[in-house]
């Protein structure tokens, strides 16, 4: 269920920005589907059999959505998958905390901070918040925290990101049904929706 939220919540986002800019609203339901798969990385995280794999399924779409999502968006920043990917090798590192490693995970966030990746820095917290605290209240805290310390660093919408992991904690509840789609529509709906919103872009000369 969490995945079909991610995505529809993506689409409404990316179609407001693309073709409906002044319509804040499709912008606000946007915010909700980034929280959401930063909890899903981790989830997978936690229960993939072979992280190689994981990782370079995550750099093989991030690389070949990259020029679509440039086109599309007229970005010059890395997408977010490739953020994505970044989160999960600090995941790896974090596991096994010695020195190397805190200062290998400390580089890759700095390299997120510098504004080169989509959500930068905000994503490691996010994923950190999903992997670590597990009681519902203190995941909406820590979410509501960073959203304050990002203030600054995002317009005001992101606040409402906060609405992602309401779902979530929904969800942790058993509030919502357990829907299963295939990972293979999941895995290949960013390059797939991106492409059939510049195709239209592109027919509708916007």
Same mark, same amino acid.
């Given at each position: 269920?969490?995945?079909?939220? #991610?995505?529809?919540?993506? @689409? ?16 606000? =339901? ?10 899903? %990385?981790?989830?997978?995280? +936690? ?11 995550? =750099? ?11 086109? %599309?968006?007229?970005? #010059?920043?890395? +997408?977010?998958?490739?953020? @994505? ?11 096994? !905390? +010695?020195? !190397? /490693? ?28 999903? &992997?670590?605290?597990? &009681?519902?209240?203190?995941?909406? %805290?820590? /979410?509501?925290?960073? +959203?304050?310390? /990002? *203030? ?5 919408? $992101? ?13 942790? $509840?058993?509030? *919502?049904?357990?829907? &299963? =789609?295939?990972? *293979? ?7 797939? /929706?991106?492409?059939? @919103?510049?195709?239209? &872009? ?5």
């Amino acid at each position: 269920m969490l995945e079909i939220i #991610a995505m529809a919540t993506m @689409l409404i986002d990316h179609m407001g920005a693309v073709f409906f800019p002044d319509i804040i609203f499709l912008r606000i =339901i946007g915010r909700i589907s980034f929280p959401i798969y930063c909890f899903l %990385l981790v989830r997978g995280f +936690n229960h993939t059999r072979c992280f190689r794999k994981y990782l370079m399924r995550l =750099i093989l779409l991030a690389l070949v959505s990259q020029p679509i999502y440039m086109r %599309l968006f007229g970005e #010059a920043r890395l +997408n977010v998958i490739f953020t @994505l990917a970044v989160c999960l090798m600090i995941l790896k590192l974090i596991e096994r !905390p +010695n020195i !190397p /490693h805190i200062i290998i995970s400390t580089f890759l966030t700095l390299t997120l901070a510098t504004g080169l990746f989509e959500y930068g820095s905000y994503a490691v917290l996010m994923v950190l918040i999903y &992997k670590f605290v597990k &009681k519902p209240s203190m995941i909406l %805290l820590s /979410h509501f925290a960073v +959203n304050l310390v /990002h *203030f600054f660093f995002f317009s005001w919408i $992101q606040q409402l990101s906060i609405l992602g992991s309401i779902i979530i904690v929904w969800y942790l $509840q058993g509030l *919502f049904p357990e829907i &299963k =789609i295939s990972r *293979f529509s999941y895995r290949a709906f960013y390059p797939v /929706h991106i492409l059939f @919103l510049l195709a239209i &872009k592109i027919m509708a000369n916007v």
